[in-house]
């Protein structure tokens, strides 16, 4: 059966007609971008990566995601990017789900602030041995990758189940209109019949939000850009509203991880500071603030600025906070068709973060006695030592 969509006075570029049933092509483009089996000629472009960097020594990599790629192919490919690497601290922080290299175990968790009523993310780190004996902090863990994955089932009632006022608000800042919306919504129920087809076959860490931006973009040969970038902009602020609706006390609280996590002798590194200003201001027990990532490089001087302040007006008792800088790389973007590709993220890369090497951030770093090279000796050292 194909819904007939009303088309207004003025050329649309939505076709009269859509089959409304889901069809193999929507089967197909379901499969593709939930796809975590790399082909051959995958598994060699991750192995090879298109530039290297010899001059580089030391490689800090503290806040970065491997996604569903696996391990060993991004020891090699870090292998073949630094050829010359003579120290290192690589430790992989899958969102939520603690993965371990080299020794060293990771991950971003979610979590609430409730002093100032904000979701933020920490990074901990451990000593691989210590996760044996994680298993409390590994269920809240769990507990907040399930409490996420329902972002997904949420922003998908919102079409199928309408929420008016959520769809009125994204219609209002982004001028769509009612055929658009019954584009989408028709797309969306199309997906949430796969879902509940295949949920149980899909790993956990594909049931995203997210899902339903890579499911339009995938029309985009079907439907042209000018239709799907319209339709992924409606997405977005849709997107907003529902993570503005979203109940944070259900996530754990930032203090509970770092007691659980302090207990457990992690390490923790507070990242994105720059978009969780409030945090800079709490007296957290952390080891550290990143001050620079792709996302986040407007405040760098002033974020070490911070840094140093802090590290004035603590104890000489207490072991001084370090700067980190994050590449945030999502290795599984690597491997996604180029029309499906985000670009910008494609182009980071796992220990590449060229502030360290920045004229204009090496002089403040060196100013303050912060290099590379010290941080990795220094949180190491913690690491093992706890």
């Known amino acids: 059966m194909a819904v007939p969509l009303r088309r207004r006075p003025q050329a649309s570029l939505i076709p009269e007609q859509i089959p409304e049933e889901v069809t193999q092509r929507d089967e197909e483009i379901f499969f593709r971008i939930n796809a975590t089996r790399l082909s051959r000629e995958q598994a060699r ?26 391990l ?11 050829p010359n690497m003579q120290r290192s601290l690589v430790i992989p922080t899958q969102h939520n789900e603690f993965l371990t290299l080299a020794g060293y175990s990771g991950a971003e968790v979610d979590c609430y602030a409730r002093g100032f009523n904000q979701k933020v993310q920490l990074l901990l780190h451990f000593a691989h041995t210590k996760v044996n004996q994680a298993g409390v902090l590994q269920s809240m863990l769990e507990h907040t990758r399930q409490y996420r994955s329902s972002q997904l ?3 998908i009632r919102t079409f199928t189940r309408p929420v008016q006022d959520r769809l009125d608000l994204a219609a209002r800042q982004t001028g769509g209109d009612e055929e658009l919306i019954r584009f989408i919504a028709l797309h969306v129920r199309k997906l949430d019949c796969l879902l509940q087809k295949h949920v149980q076959e899909l ?3 594909m049931i ?3 899902m339903v931006r890579n499911f339009l973009h995938a029309l985009r040969p079907i439907y042209g850009h000018q239709l799907i970038d319209r339709a992924q902009n409606f997405l977005q602020a849709v997107k907003q509203a529902v993570k503005q609706d979203f109940p944070l006390q259900y996530f754990f609280r930032t203090s509970e991880i770092i007691e659980e996590a ?4 992690a390490g923790i590194v507070v990242p994105h500071p720059e978009q969780f200003w409030p945090i800079l201001l709490a007296d957290y027990d952390v080891d550290g603030y990143e001050v620079w990532n792709p996302q986040s490089q407007r405040y760098t001087d002033f974020l070490i600025s911070v840094v140093q302040e802090k590290n004035r007006a603590q104890p000489a008792s207490k072991p001084p906070l370090l700067v980190f800088m994050g590449d945030d790389t999502h290795m599984g973007e690597k491997v996604k068709d180029a029309d499906q590709m985000d ?4 182009g980071r890369e796992v220990g590449y973060q060229p502030a360290w090497d920045d004229r204009t ?7 303050n006695a912060i290099s590379r090279e010290r941080v990795i000796a220094e949180y190491t050292s913690r690491l093992q030592a706890r």
């Open 343 to 346: 670009q910008a993220k494609a």
């Open 203 to 205: 790993p956990l860490d």
């Open 262 to 265: 302090r207990g457990l002798g």
């Open 208 to 210: 995203k939000n997210k």
């Open 45 to 70: 472009r991750l192995a090879e990566p298109e530039r290297t960097y010899p001059s580089q020594r030391e490689i800090l990599a503290v806040h970065w995601h491997p996604e569903f790629i696996p």
């Open 72 to 82: 060993e192919l991004i020891e090699e490919r870090l292998e073949r990017m630094f």
């Open 361 to 367: 951030v090496r002089k403040r770093l060196l100013g």
């Open 153 to 155: 089932f949420d922003l």
